[in-house]
C-alpha cells in the first residue's frame, strides 16, 4: 500500500474509531468493529454521484477500502486518494480496478453502475467478497472483459454461477476458492453460458482448461 493511500485511511479510521462510544467497544468483537468501519467505508452515497458522476464516486469508493484504479489514457495506476485527477464532471472513466486486498463489500457494489468503460476487474484475497457481490457485477455485464476472482474464502459455488450473466467477457480466471464444492459443475455451466470466454481454473492439481467443454485452447499460467 501506498504511504498516501495508506495514511489517508488510517486517518479515517482512527477518526471514526473515536467516535464510537466506549461502551460498544466492550461488547463487539475486533472483526465486528472492523465490519462497521468497512461498511462505512462502502456506503453508497446518491448525492456524491450526482455530484461528480459514476466513475469519479467509485473511484473514490475503491480507494477508501484499499484498491486501484486505472483510468483510460492513464498508464499508471492511481492508489492514492488525495491525487485522483480532477476535472469537469464524467472527464475520467474507471478502465481498470485492482482489488487486492481490499475491504469491498457487498454495499458498495452499487458504485460499478454506470461504469461503462470498466473492462477488467481483480478479486483477489478480497475478505469481504460474498456470493452476494458476484450477483451484482451484472452492472457490468456490458463492458467487462476480464475478471480474476482468487483467494476469496466465502465464495460458493451459487456465487460464481451468477457471472453466466457476464457476456462479454473475453477471460476469466478462477483460482483458491475452499468455499465451491463442485467446480466441475460450475465450470460447465460457465463454459456453456460464455463459449467466447477463455475460462482457467488453476487447482491443487494444476491449472485445468475446458477442452472437455469443447475449447481447444492450451492455458498457461
Known amino acids: 500500500m501506498k504511504s498516501g493511500r495508506g495514511y489517508k485511511m488510517m486517518m479515517q479510521s482512527h477518526n471514526i474509531l473515536r467516535s464510537i462510544p466506549s461502551s460498544i467497544w466492550a461488547c463487539q468483537s475486533k472483526r465486528h468493529l472492523f465490519g462497521m468501519l468497512n461498511a462505512v467505508f462502502n456506503k453508497v452515497d446518491p448525492a456524491r454521484i450526482r455530484e461528480v458522476g459514476p466513475d469519479r464516486a467509485a473511484s473514490e469508493w475503491l480507494l477508501r477500502c484499499g484498491a486501484a484504479v486505472k483510468f483510460s489514457g492513464f498508464e499508471k495506476w492511481n492508489e492514492d486518494y488525495n491525487l485522483l485527477p480532477t476535472g469537469k464532471k464524467g472527464k475520467f472513466r474507471i478502465e481498470e480496478v485492482d482489488a487486492t486486498d481490499s475491504s469491498i463489500m457487498h454495499i458498495g457494489f452499487e458504485h460499478f453502475q454506470n461504469l461503462d468503460h470498466l473492462r477488467a476487474l481483480k478479486l483477489h484475497h478480497c475478505t469481504y467478497l460474498t456470493d452476494i457481490c458476484l450477483s ?33 467477457l473475453q477471460t476469466l480466471f478462477l483460482c483458491d476458492l475452499p468455499a465451491v464444492k463442485d467446480m466441475d459443475k460450475v465450470l460447465g455451466i ?19 482448461d475446458l477442452k472437455s467443454l469443447g475449447k481447444d485452447k492450451d492455458f498457461k499460467t
Do not use: F
Open 136 to 168: 451484482k457485477l451484472v452492472y457490468l455485464k456490458d463492458s467487462l472483459r476480464d475478471l480474476q476472482i482468487s483467494s476469496c474464502g466465502d465464495i460458493t459455488d451459487a456465487g460464481l454461477v451468477h457471472l453466466h450473466r457476464l457476456h462479454k
Open 190 to 208: 460457465l463454459g456453456g453460458e460464455l463459449p467466447s470466454c477463455e475460462i482457467r481454473y488453476l487447482s491443487l492439481e494444476g491449472l485445468k
